[in-house]
């Protein structure tokens, strides 16, 4: 990587961005970052500034291991580089590029706003919510619903290991709107009483199943047994190239968190943080790129990273 610009310093605004607003995304922080990483390169060729990138991106990755890191780097790395990148000019094609880069970050600005806006209508007045841990596409939803009159309550999950599922609770009561905690274990004795499950996804795969917090493909399969339905709602930089076919597919860069991963040799006697939700549970999802059924997922992967 570019000596401008040490690795430390590049860790250092990546976690400041994390910090100066709680609610960024940790993909959109990364996308921030990237973009502040292009402007300070000091590569002579767009075939060493793209190097040079792909070796920004892996930091942030072992900073942070979530899926959404991980895609979203990668798609703001095929963006800025879609246009033609032929010019004699390199201090042009470079402007073009932060331009691009610019523009993605707006375009991924918006994506909840949007994504609230399509999944609200779907909540009908009265509707009991059960959603999973902390998602703040959810809570945008949710906080959508809440302003358009709608009246309805939450179950949220506990969700342990880290119990992130208070602090949505917490937010949900700074909105008004009624909300109770449940234990993880009682998903099974509480979906008799819900109308639909809404939850958000770390990472939306090929065939249109979801990697998302430990927990959720349990709560799919109940909701699957209950007849309910099960919406998931996911920015589109959350969707990856991967085609899990079960648990073990999914890779473990993504399964554990990143000090996990740098400081534990025998990762089997480690708890995943994430679990694999395949599109045979899920009803449908929600993105900026619209409504989805699972199935049509691919296409919009394919025309993502083509």
Not at 129 to 155: D, M, P
Not at 252 to 259: I, L, M, S, V
Not at 287 to 301: I, R
Request: charged share 25%; with cysteine; hydrophobic share 40%.
């Amino acid at each position: 990587m570019d000596a401008t610009w040490p690795v430390t310093e590049l860790v250092d605004y990546f976690k400041t961005q994390m910090k100066q607003n709680e609610d960024v995304a940790s993909a959109v922080a990364a996308i921030r970052t990237l973009l502040e990483f292009l402007k300070r390169d000091k590569g002579e060729t767009i075939q060493g500034l793209r190097e040079n990138l792909k070796a920004a991106i892996k930091t942030l990755t072992s900073v942070d291991s979530s899926v959404a890191v991980s895609s979203g780097g990668e798609l703001f790395l095929r963006f800025i580089s879609l246009t033609s990148l032929e010019h004699p000019d390199f201090s042009k094609c470079k402007k073009t590029m932060i331009d691009r880069g610019e523009l993605y970050l707006e375009k991924i600005s918006v994506s909840r706003n949007k994504i609230a806006n399509l999944c609200h209508v779907f909540i009908k007045d009265g509707a009991k919510i059960l959603t999973h841990s902390s998602s703040r596409v959810v809570l945008r939803v949710l906080e959508r619903a809440a302003e358009a009159k709608k009246r309805f309550s939450v179950y949220v999950t506990e969700s342990q290991p880290d119990s992130a599922g208070l602090k949505s609770a917490e937010k949900l009561r700074e909105l008004n709107i009624p909300v109770t905690v449940i234990l993880d274990a009682s998903v099974g004795y509480i979906m008799e009483k819900v109308d639909l499950l809404l939850v958000g996804a770390e990472g939306v795969v090929e065939s249109g199943g979801i990697i998302n917090k430990i927990g959720t493909y349990q709560m799919a399969v109940c909701a699957k047994s209950h007849n309910k339905p099960f919406y998931v709602v996911a920015e589109s930089f959350k969707f990856v190239r991967l085609y899990p076919l079960n648990q073990q597919d999914v890779p473990d860069r993504f399964k554990y968190k990143a000090d996990t991963l740098k400081s534990v040799k025998n990762l089997a006697a480690e708890h995943p943080t994430v679990d694999y939700t395949p599109p045979s549970f899920i009803t449908l999802l929600f993105t900026d790129l619209g409504v989805l059924t699972p199935s049509a997922v691919s296409d919009e992967l394919i025309k993502l990273y083509l």
